[in-house]
């Protein structure tokens, strides 16, 4: 398997345009997770899911973010519109299950202007 | 009070030398993951633990629920084990520790 595929791994928009991450799970996963890391945050949970279904969004900061899972094999997390604050790198993780150990993406690297 | 926290922050060490790094938390957790991130920025999950210790060639990983502490151990340490070692607590959210900067030098 080719493991977990992130696109794009490079991303600079400007401040209000609309930014859309994609993540391919390893296939069989059933729990896919998206974390954000910053300097100053650390890593963070975003939002997890399982079995397509969003279980866990506390983790999103506010409406301006959205994912979604359409089927086992890709999700998007999508921010709109885009601020300077949201620049991160981007981790999209997926597992057998909660109870098993996660396999990460290699994340998307965004920079907003 | 961070519910998750590491130590030491920054970590430096000759080839050979037994690395300690030290988690603890605060809340009651189902699992505890030890998560390894290489200079370029890729994330590899090392362990995941709910009791007791596994072990994985010169890794060991170590887990107290009663004291709420956990260790990961690396024994005959090199430099490719230059890493951020991050600590994350699965309740019902996941938490994670600042992470603790090795390196290990020839």
């Known amino acids: 398997d080719a493991g977990v595929i992130q696109s794009p791994r490079h991303e600079v928009t400007e401040m209000g345009q609309e930014v859309t991450l994609r993540c391919k799970p390893i296939s069989g996963h059933n729990s896919l997770f998206w974390y954000r890391q910053t300097m100053m945050r650390g890593l963070e949970l975003l939002i997890y899911?399982?079995?397509?279904?969003?279980?866990?969004d506390s983790g999103m900061p506010e409406d301006r973010f959205s994912a979604k899972m359409p089927n086992a094999s890709f999700s998007t997390l999508k921010i709109q519109p885009s601020e300077p604050r949201d620049s991160a790198v981007y981790f999209c993780a997926s597992s057998w299950d909660r109870t098993h150990e996660q396999y990460f993406g290699p994340g998307t690297r965004l920079t907003v202007t | 009070k961070n519910e998750v926290e590491q130590s030491p922050q920054n970590l430096t060490a000759q080839e050979g030398e037994f690395i300690t790094i030290n988690c603890s938390y605060s809340v009651g957790i189902s699992a505890l993951h030890w998560l390894q991130q290489h200079p370029g920025g890729g994330i590899v999950s090392l362990f995941m633990?709910?009791?007791g210790k596994k072990k994985h060639g010169r890794l060991i990983a170590t887990i107290n629920i009663q004291e709420k502490h956990s260790s990961l151990h690396i024994t005959a340490s090199h430099p490719r084990d230059s890493a951020v070692y991050i600590c994350a607590v699965d309740t019902d959210k996941l938490i994670f520790g600042t992470g603790t900067r090795l390196q290990v030098f020839p």
């Open positions: 633990l709910s009791s």
């Open positions: 899911f399982n079995n397509n279904v969003p279980i866990d």
